[in-house]
């Protein structure tokens, strides 16, 4: 009599050729998280973006304010949000340049194969040959 079912399935717990078991795993298949936490990540660095962005305009807004008020004037907001664009993309730039010439150059030099980034054959090769004579084997003939 043969372990398989009719539909051609083996029943739980039993052995395949070779005598080892193979069990499914229990449980539900795997289902997707719920969203706020497939998402969370970007929700809290979002979020962070969000607080971030508003400190930077009520500070900003604040210095704008007693600048005004030293010098006489009173608080435009025609004057401040032209400055307060202009600031924040100043720092989104330098900011994202610095992220894109990380990323892309160490790409770069990853792929050219800088000493920095990765190992040579060379050094790979004479490490595998020290462990092989450390275990008294011969590296010259496996």
Same mark, same amino acid.
């Given at each position: 009599? #043969?372990?398989?079912?009719? %539909?051609?399935?083996?029943?739980?717990?039993?052995?395949?050729?070779?005598?080892? %078991? =193979?069990?499914?795993?229990?449980?539900?298949?795997?289902?997707?998280?719920?969203?706020? =936490?497939?998402?969370?990540?970007?929700?809290?660095?979002?979020?962070?973006?969000?607080? $971030?962005?508003?400190?930077? /305009?009520?500070?900003? @807004?604040?210095?704008? #304010?007693?600048? @005004? %008020?030293?010098?006489?004037?009173? /608080?435009?907001?025609?004057?401040?949000?032209?400055?307060?664009?202009?600031?924040?993309?100043?720092?989104?730039?330098?900011? /994202? !340049?610095?992220?894109?010439?990380?990323? @892309?150059?160490?790409?770069? /030099?990853?792929?050219?194969? $800088? $000493?920095? #980034?990765?190992? #040579?054959?060379?050094?790979?090769?004479?490490?595998?040959?020290?462990? !092989?004579?450390?275990?008294?084997?011969?590296?010259?003939?496996?």
């Amino acid at each position: 009599m #043969s372990d398989t079912t009719t %539909s051609g399935a083996r029943p739980a717990g039993a052995t395949s050729r070779g005598g080892r %078991s =193979r069990r499914r795993a229990e449980g539900p298949p795997f289902r997707r998280p719920r969203w706020p =936490r497939a998402y969370a990540f970007a929700l809290v660095t979002g979020a962070l973006f969000l607080l $971030s962005w508003i400190a930077q /305009f009520v500070f900003q @807004a604040t210095v704008a #304010s007693d600048e @005004a %008020s030293q010098h006489g004037q009173s /608080f435009a907001w025609a004057d401040f949000l032209p400055q307060f664009l202009a600031s924040t993309f100043e720092n989104w730039q330098s900011e /994202f !340049l610095q992220l894109i010439w990380q990323a @892309a150059g160490l790409a770069l /030099f990853y792929h050219w194969g $800088s $000493s920095q #980034s990765r190992e #040579s054959d060379e050094r790979i090769e004479a490490k595998l040959d020290a462990l !092989l004579r450390e275990r008294d084997l011969d590296p010259e003939n496996p």
